[in-house]
């Protein structure tokens, strides 16, 4: 689903990962849109935000997520040092499955000078 804008291949990319990423989540974000890309997020942050939901509200973001990835051509996954939940685990499965590019945080290709 490549758009041409201005001469530039965008993209549209997933962010997924622990919501207690928000720092992360953020700079990211950022740095790939400055790129061109159209990214789409989580819709907040409870982990680093302290928020509660219920379980029906956990599986109704899971499910909407799942969508996001569907209209997506890559997922980024945020994974900080390394960890990856359970939740994030199923959307790499289900990226996988729907034959869509995967990158990681933990490869070093956003600047960690911006997280300051």
Known sequence: ????????NMKVITLCGSTKFKKQFNQTNAFLTLQ???????AFFEQSEGLEIT??????????HFRKIDISDEIFV?????YIGDS?????????KKGKVIRYYSNGEIPQKSLN
């Open 36 to 42: 061109g890309n159209i990214v789409i997020s989580v």
């Open 55 to 64: 379980k029906e509200q956990a599986d109704i973001l899971g499910e909407v």
């Open 1 to 8: 689903m490549e758009i041409q804008m201005r001469g530039i």
């Open 78 to 82: 945020i994974d900080v040092n390394g």
């Open 88 to 96: 994030t685990k199923k959307e790499i499965e289900y990226a996988e």
